[in-house]
């Protein structure tokens, strides 16, 4: 029977070229000359550092520029805020993986209320999808494409 899983992944090797790419902007930009700032990337969470919050700002949407040129998804990517002491400010961001259990029973609602002739289940952190025609699976699929559920969706493991 044909099946694809839908998941929500993120490439670490490109998320580490983009933040490499932005530590390496940020040293060469004038108007970040002296500050001491940079960008960490440890494990799911980036961590901004820099002098003022203006420039926290600016590092951020260096970082998602870098981020689209690289072709990962900005969507996954949760602020927190900043956090201002004397001299220094730092940002935490949080790089999203996996589809959370909530998010997941909407896919399978979606599913169920589109009266495609498609079964979704749930499995850890990602859905599993299958119907007897694969022409069914890509109208599931074009579906889904269609619909936000705010995190980004990757369709894998198409199996006919």
Do not use: W
């Amino acid at each position: 029977m044909p099946s694809f899983d839908v998941v929500s992944e993120v490439d670490h090797h490109e998320l580490t070229n983009a933040v490499d790419q932005a530590n390496r902007e940020v040293s060469t930009r004038f108007d970040f000359k002296g500050s001491d700032s940079r960008l960490e990337l440890a494990g799911q969470v980036i961590t901004l550092h820099s002098q003022s919050e203006f420039q926290l700002h600016q590092m951020y949407d260096i970082l998602c520029n870098k981020l689209v040129k690289r072709g990962v998804d900005i969507t996954c990517l949760e602020a927190g805020e900043p956090v201002l002491h004397l001299k220094t400010a730092t940002q935490t961001i949080t790089v999203r993986e996996g589809i959370a259990a909530e998010t997941a029973r909407k896919v399978v609602r979606v599913l169920k209320d589109s009266k495609n002739k498609v079964q979704a289940q749930i499995q850890g952190e990602q859905v599993r999808v299958t119907g007897k025609k694969r022409d069914d699976l890509q109208a599931a699929i074009a579906l889904l494409k269609g619909t936000d559920f705010e995190i980004p969706l990757q369709f894998t493991n198409f199996r006919d």
